[in-house]
């Protein structure tokens, strides 16, 4: 037994009954241990060992392993994996010639699947994010698309110039996910800049869906070629600086010290500051839009 806990803990608490017979089990032995409740079934041939947690993980391994050999957690599922969607939906992608039928799991059976190029998140085998990031253009709606793209640029999964590598080689009249993926790419409000957090793209998408003019991202602020800061976004002409505040701002009285200074440096120099929450950008872009645009409105030009 202790050589199949082994082999259980590479999958998430599973294994499966080709596994267990590969290993010397006899079919009469894994239905008596299934019986016995030495084994809990999963799916139709995958079990979890007595003990394991069952969680969304767990979900998503049991769901690949039931589709057969060679399967991968794909579109939503390995959006989910990767941190690019907050809610599961079970998919899972095979050979084109297979057929597999799992209770609650979404087959996709693609015709390029021989040149699919797999990779592993959180230990279960999945597409890669490029890949997955054009499945998803298929299943999920255009905003869901948008976002996903920005949470793979933050998390430095992929590079923007990757992503359009990766379109131009994939497109073909009707190719499911590319139009919106590309819609994705083309409605970015940073171009082709990666954004450091969701937040600072969520802000300049604020900026652009309200009419307000285009500001510099990560812009340097210089006096006499001395360095003074750096911004999340700003208006040189007018010296107007915008700064938005992740959940995670401020977190020790060091890293606040230090924000303060850096805020009296600018407005020494001339420069006008706003900050926004993530609450703000996030549920009320209208109040944002519109502190923008009279601050804009109010301050000279230099």
């Known amino acids: 037994m202790e050589h199949l806990q082994r082999l259980a803990a590479t999958q998430h608490g599973l294994v499966t009954r080709r596994q267990l017979i590969d290993r010397g089990l006899a079919e009469g032995t894994v239905d008596g241990w299934a019986r016995g409740g030495r084994l809990l079934r999963v799916h139709p041939g995958v079990f979890a060992l007595p003990g394991s947690a069952g969680n969304e993980i767990r979900s998503v391994m049991a ?3 039931a589709a057969g050999a060679g399967a991968l957690a794909s579109h939503r599922s390995a959006a989910w ?36 190029r797999s990779s592993v998140s959180r230990g279960v085998p999945a597409t890669n994010p490029l890949r997955t990031l054009l499945d998803l253009g298929s299943v999920a709606a255009s905003d869901r698309v948008e ?9 430095r999964l992929v590079g923007v110039r990757g992503l359009a590598a990766e379109l131009d080689r994939v497109s073909r009249p009707g190719r499911p996910g590319v139009a919106a993926l590309r819609k994705a ?7 082709d800049r ?7 793209s969520r802000f300049a998408a604020v900026l652009r869906r309200h009419g307000v003019p285009r500001a510099v991202y ?6 006499g070629g001395r360095f003074i800061a750096r911004v999340d976004f700003a208006y040189p002409e007018c010296r107007l600086a915008v700064e938005v505040d992740g959940h995670d701002a401020h977190r020790t009285p060091a890293q606040l010290q230090s924000d303060l200074t850096r805020q009296n440096l600018l407005v020494a120099e001339g420069w006008t500051i706003l900050r926004f929450t993530w609450a703000d950008v996030v549920q009320r872009p209208e109040m944002v839009a519109d502190a923008v645009l009279r601050q804009l409105g109010r301050l000279p030009r230099i």
Do not use: K
Request: proline fraction near 7%.
């Open 185 to 191: 790419l083309r409605s970015r409000a940073l171009l």
């Open 81 to 116: 994996l990767w941190g690019l969607m907050d809610e599961l939906t079970l998919e899972v992608s095979v050979p084109r010639q297979r057929r597999p039928r799992v209770t609650g799991v979404v087959i996709h059976r693609p015709q390029d699947f021989a040149q699919l």
């Open 147 to 155: 976002e996903a793209v920005e949470r793979a640029l933050v998390r």
């Open 218 to 223: 990560q812009h340097t602020v210089r006096s």
């Open 194 to 200: 990666p954004p450091d957090s969701l937040l600072e």
């Open 63 to 65: 769901a690949v392993l």
